[in-house]
């Protein structure tokens, strides 16, 4: 067991206001620095093939906001990034680790295509099949920005790190279309914030928390505990631009979001570490983002700053269900 760790969640945390120096909330700068660029909120949606898809990654990236596609259809990758910069547009795909993808990244460097960011998105992350990919990218593709993951431990963050890359993703089976835990008994579900908290104290280069968000607040929160970025599946999905299946129940419109380890999405039943949900239809992406980066500027007014950083270094208390006392109706 690891006796000095302090385990909470999301739900368990709140931060502690202070004096609040700006008139209005709409005085407060939400941009965040990564990978050498400005995004407008720290928040990325996730590289699902229920969230993302080629229309919606180009228009998150003339909006300023950062994506990562997918890598769910790898023949269409190549083109993609000629397309992304063909419109002036940064390019940010994912790759897996298996050889057709060694093949894959040797194609880029041929045709002298750099996407700006490459993330290695496998559900282990900590293992030699990640660090082999990330050296094979930093000599193929130097100038590539690369994110690799997922882990769950200030060794994963370490290694992969000294590896070569210039990011990190933290988290294990927090996902809400998750069944890691339950399948195979490990991760971070439930205790996501301690393990990103314990992971950033480890990291010497940015670090993106990915999974478990179900509030806006919680973005607030894992900028408190470390993160540079924050990747969010299931408050994205359900939108009219994210690319879930429409499903119309008793009247109602949803849409379909399933994890990347589901039936679903492999076509098989093996290693199956996902399921599909339905979320109630949500409308545009537009209001969501436009909510989110409201909410974080008066996540950022409470922390009696101007900029993200304020975040960084508020006060906290450990309420114990504290969500359930208070916020529920
Ligand atoms: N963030 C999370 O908690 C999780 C995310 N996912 C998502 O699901 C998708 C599929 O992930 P993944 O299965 O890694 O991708 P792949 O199916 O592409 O597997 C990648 C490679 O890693 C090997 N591998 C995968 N898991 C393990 C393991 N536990 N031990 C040893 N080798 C392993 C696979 O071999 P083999 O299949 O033969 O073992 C394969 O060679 C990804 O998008 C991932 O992000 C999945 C689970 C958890
Ligand atoms: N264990 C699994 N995790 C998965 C799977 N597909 C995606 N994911 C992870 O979930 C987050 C999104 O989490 P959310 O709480 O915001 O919905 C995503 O970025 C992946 O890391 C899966 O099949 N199994």
């Given at each position: 067991m690891i006796n000095e760790l302090q385990v909470f969640d999301y739900e368990d945390i709140q931060l502690i206001p202070n004096k609040c120096i700006v008139k209005s909330r709409s005085e407060v700068n939400t941009t965040v620095d990564f990978g050498g660029r400005t995004f407008k909120i720290p928040v990325v949606p996730a590289n699902m093939q229920t969230i993302i898809d080629a229309p919606l990654a180009q228009w998150l990236a003339e909006h300023d906001y950062f994506y990562i596609m997918h890598r769910f259809a790898p023949e269409t990758r190549l083109t993609f990034v000629k397309n992304m910069h063909d419109k002036n547009l940064f390019a940010s795909i994912s790759v897996g680790v298996k050889p057709e993808e060694y093949t894959f990244i040797n194609d880029l460097a041929k045709a002298h295509l750099t996407p700006e960011f490459i993330t290695i998105d496998i559900a282990h992350g900590h293992s030699q099949n990640v660090i082999d990919m990330i050296q094979h990218i930093k000599k193929q593709l130097p100038d590539s920005f690369v994110i690799a993951g997922n882990v769950g431990t200030p060794e994963g963050v370490r290694e992969l790190e000294n590896a070569g890359a210039d990011a990190t993703k933290v988290g294990i089976g927090p996902g809400k279309v998750c069944i890691t835990k339950i399948k195979t008994g490990f991760g971070t579900g439930g205790w996501q914030l301690a393990a990103l908290r314990w992971c950033a104290k480890a990291a010497r280069k940015p670090i993106i928390a990915d999974g478990?968000?179900?509030?806006?607040?919680d973005i607030a929160k894992s900028i408190r505990f470390g993160a540079s970025m924050v990747m969010i599946g299931s408050l994205f999905a359900g939108h009219e631009e994210t690319p879930g299946r429409l499903v119309e129940k008793d009247g109602e419109q949803f849409k379909e979001y399933y994890g990347s380890a589901s039936a679903y999405q492999k076509g098989s039943h093996h290693n199956v570490e996902g399921k599909k949900i339905l979320i109630p239809y949500k409308g545009p992406i537009s209001r969501t983002l436009n909510e989110m980066h409201e909410d974080l500027q008066s996540s950022i007014s409470y922390a009696g700053g101007r900029d993200i950083d304020s975040l960084r270094t508020v006060d906290y208390v450990i309420v114990k269900n504290s969500i359930f006392n208070g916020d529920s109706n």
């Open positions: 478990g968000v179900r509030t806006h607040g």
